[in-house]
């Protein structure tokens, strides 16, 4: 009974598939070439652009686990303009330089890393992959990379650090309860974290449409692990564990600049704010003592505003003028998007849902490659823009389309 429930789900998963718009942020002739042409990619190393890893981790993970990484707001239209913005930048190549050393070395708030490329504080890796936020952060250390973890992760900070081997960042949800803020940020500070970022584009929730449809065909009892409120759901989470909380979590409506300059007050850690894409805030941050904001839209899950990061760059980091480092993340698929990115100002460039597809499809050696190809593809347009270090990257290295 159980297979035939499963099978009868699969079928209902690929009909709605292939009727509902929730892949239209996903291009179609990437999509479409994406696998080895028989099928999805066998091996991590099989592989041609990133794009691979969201074939498989679609067809192995369940529905409603899929529907979660997938989903955007109401009809994911700002995942596709993450996506439609990068179109708008053109490079400009540079010829006749010797391009046999390129050194992707970056500095990122005092600290330097063998790349610019972050990984972005997304929730619930086990949701994906057993091994979870561990093989997430081995994967990290293979290649090098900054690691931000997210306050839902469902691992401890403490053995996320310890696969890593290397300081990390640690990403906060503000409580309502400020002793629970307090102590979530005293166990990151605790535990080695460097920086602490605060998230602050989910005030007026998020109308997450499409995975709501594709729970609807998960014939499993998903509310025992993911309850449908906040609260709920940060109980169940490992940084949770010993902090009585009371009440409701997630301080949305009431968060405010004052609750910045708190923040900055009770930790040594560098203070980020996740989630800015104006000018007008970038001057409040750097008003307001913040160490760096890192432009996103959460990857097209907080509001539907149809406007990519990388529209919004140019101006955070006019507005920052050095006085706050600038960091980005939201629809970064290729080598090209982190060169404009780059070229635009950021100091770095975060990803999220590529790097999950490759935990979700291989675990460990799936991350790996992710980030392994990422990074290669920055290489080679270095090269191509006649680029060889990081500081190189400028203004003049990009264009944009007149349109």
């Known amino acids: 009974m159980r297979k035939e429930l499963l099978s009868r789900s699969r079928r209902a998963l690929l009909k709605f598939l292939a009727q509902s718009p929730a892949l239209a ?4 002739s990437t999509y479409k070439f994406a696998g080895r042409g028989d099928g999805p990619i ?3 190393d099989e592989a041609i652009n990133v794009f691979d890893f969201e074939v498989v981790a679609q067809k192995t993970l369940d529905p409603a686990h899929w529907g979660y990484l997938a989903t955007g707001t109401d009809d994911d239209g700002t995942i596709r303009a993450n996506r439609d913005g990068f179109s708008k930048f053109q490079l400009r190549p540079r010829r006749l330089v010797d391009i046999r050393a390129i050194d992707t070395t970056t500095e990122i708030l005092g600290a330097k890393w063998s790349s610019p490329i972050v990984l972005a504080p997304t929730s619930r890796h086990k949701m994906f992959h057993p091994d979870g936020e561990v093989a997430v952060a081995r994967g990290a250390r293979a290649g090098g990379h900054l690691q931000i973890l997210s306050t839902a992760t469902s691992t401890g900070v403490e053995e996320v650090i310890e696969a890593r081997g290397a300081p990390i960042w640690y990403q906060l949800y503000a409580d309502y309860d400020w002793e629970t803020t307090r102590a979530l940020v005293g166990r990151a500070e605790k535990a080695g974290c460097t920086a602490v970022a605060l998230t602050v584009d989910l005030h007026g929730g998020s109308n997450r449409e499409t995975v709501k449809r594709f729970s609807r065909l998960d014939t499993r009892d998903c509310s025992a692990c993911h309850p ?6 940060v109980r169940m989470r490992p940084m949770y564990d010993g902090i009585e909380v009371e009440g409701p979590t997630n301080y949305k409506e009431g968060l405010s600049w004052d609750f910045v300059r708190k923040l ?4 040594s850690m560098k203070v980020l704010i996740k989630g800015i894409v104006t ?5 409040l941050a750097a008003e307001n003592g913040v160490d760096g904001v890192i432009v996103s839209n959460h990857g097209g899950r907080a509001e539907n505003s149809m406007r990519g990061t990388i529209e919004c760059l140019r101006e ?5 003028s050095g006085r706050t480092a600038v960091l980005i993340d939201s629809g970064f698929r290729r080598g090209t998007d982190v060169f404009k990115a780059l070229a635009l100002g950021a100091d770095a460039v975060c990803v999220g849902r590529p790097y999950l597809w490759g935990l979700a499809s291989f675990g460990q050696p799936g991350v790996e490659a992710v980030l392994d190809i990422l990074q290669k593809e920055l290489v080679m347009v270095m090269k191509q823009m006649g680029t060889t270090k990081i500081a190189d990257i400028g203004h003049s290295s990009i264009v944009e389309r007149s349109i």
């Open 25 to 28: 942020f996903v291009p179609q």
């Open 264 to 267: 900055k007050d009770a930790t």
């Open 316 to 320: 955070v980091v006019e507005a920052a």
């Open 42 to 44: 066998a091996s991590p």
């Open 279 to 283: 000018a007008e805030d970038t001057l």
């Open 228 to 233: 449908s409120e906040f609260s709920d759901i």
